[in-house]
C-alpha cells in the first residue's frame, strides 16, 4: 500500500463521488465521505453501498476482504472538517468553478494541508489555481471515468505539482489498480475533447431523421462506442454542463450546436427502456 497516503476523503458522493470513495475503501484505504445533500449521507450510503457490492459480487468483481474493508473503513462525516485529516482527498462535486473553489476555502479554513485531487470532466486545472485558494504543489487533477469501478484508466493533470506530491498520487493509483495517463491542462482533456463531439454529433443526426438505434448499430458496426446507450449512463445534464464549459474555455461552437441537448437536460430521459429504443 502507499506509505505516503492512508487516510483519504472524497467530497460530493454523486454517482462518480460515490464510486470513487467506494473504490478507495474496497482497496484498503480508510475513507472519509461527505455531502452537503443530507439526503445521499447516512442511511442511504449504507444501502447503496450494499447495493454496489451485491452487484460487483454478482459478477465476480470483489474479494471478500474487500467486502470487509467497505463495512469498515467506508466512514461518513458529518460536515467538511470531519475531512480535514485526511492525507488525500478528492473533490467530486458538481462542474462548477464557483462550487469547486468554495470547497477548496473552506478545507483550508479548517486546516487541511494534505494532497487535493479534483474529478472533473471540463475544469482546467489552471482555472481552479488562478485565484490562489489552492496550493499548486498539492493539486492535481484525476479525471475517472463513469463506470469508475470498471474502467482502469484515469486521466491525470499535475502540471507544476512537487515531484514527490506527484509519485504519490501516481503510486496511489497504481495501488487502486488504475493505470494514470497524464494529459495537457485543456478543458475536457483528452476523453472529452473526443467524447463530446462524437455525443453532439449524434444528437444532431437525430435531429435530421435518423432513429437512435440507426445511429448505434452503425457505430457498432464500425467497432465504435454506441453513442446512446452510453448516454444512459452519461446522462444528457452532465453532457450540458460538460460541453458549456467545454465551450466557455475553448471556444469551440460545435459543442454548443444542438438544440435537443439543452431540452433533454431538463428531464435526462433515457434513450433505452427495457434495452429498446425510447419512442
Not at 454523486?14 to 484505504?29: E, H, N, P, S, W
Not at 485526511?86 to 478545507?107: C, F, G, P, Q, W
Not at 483550508?108 to 489552492?134: E, K, M, P, W
Amino acid at each position: 500500500m502507499n506509505n505516503q497516503i492512508k487516510t483519504v476523503g472524497v467530497i460530493g458522493l454523486g454517482v462518480m463521488g460515490f464510486d470513487i470513495a467506494f473504490l478507495y475503501a474496497m482497496k484498503g484505504f480508510r475513507t472519509l465521505v461527505y455531502d452537503a445533500a443530507k439526503s445521499l449521507m447516512m442511511d442511504s450510503l449504507t444501502d447503496r453501498r450494499e447495493q454496489t457490492i451485491d452487484r460487483l459480487k454478482k459478477r465476480n468483481r470483489i474479494a471478500d476482504q474487500e467486502i470487509d474493508n467497505l463495512r469498515t473503513l467506508f466512514i461518513p462525516t458529518s460536515n467538511l472538517a470531519g475531512l480535514a485529516e485526511a492525507d488525500l482527498i478528492t473533490e467530486a462535486v458538481s462542474e462548477n468553478a464557483r462550487t469547486k473553489l468554495a470547497v477548496y476555502k473552506t478545507l483550508r479554513d479548517t486546516g487541511f494541508n494534505g494532497l487535493l485531487t479534483t474529478n472533473t470532466s471540463s475544469v482546467t486545472r489552471a482555472t481552479l489555481l488562478s485565484v490562489g485558494i489552492v496550493n499548486s504543489h498539492k493539486f492535481a487533477l484525476t479525471h475517472f471515468f463513469n463506470p469508475v469501478l470498471y474502467t482502469r484508466m484515469v486521466e491525470v493533470v499535475m502540471d507544476d505539482m512537487d515531484a514527490a506530491n506527484q509519485e504519490s498520487i501516481l503510486e496511489f493509483l497504481k495501488t487502486l489498480g488504475r493505470q494514470a495517463v497524464a494529459t495537457q491542462d485543456i478543458s475536457g482533456f483528452v476523453s472529452n475533447g473526443i467524447l463530446m463531439v462524437y455525443a453532439v454529433m449524434a444528437l444532431r443526426l437525430l435531429e435530421c431523421g435518423a432513429r437512435i438505434e440507426q445511429v448505434d448499430q452503425a457505430a457498432k458496426e464500425l467497432k465504435l462506442l454506441p453513442p446512446f446507450i452510453s448516454f444512459d449512463s452519461w446522462k444528457p445534464s452532465i453532457v450540458e454542463d460538460v460541453t458549456r464549459i467545454m465551450f466557455e474555455l475553448r471556444g469551440d461552437e460545435f459543442l454548443r450546436s444542438s438544440k435537443l441537448l439543452a431540452r433533454l437536460a431538463d428531464g435526462n430521459p433515457k434513450f433505452y427502456v427495457e434495452q429498446k429504443p425510447n419512442p
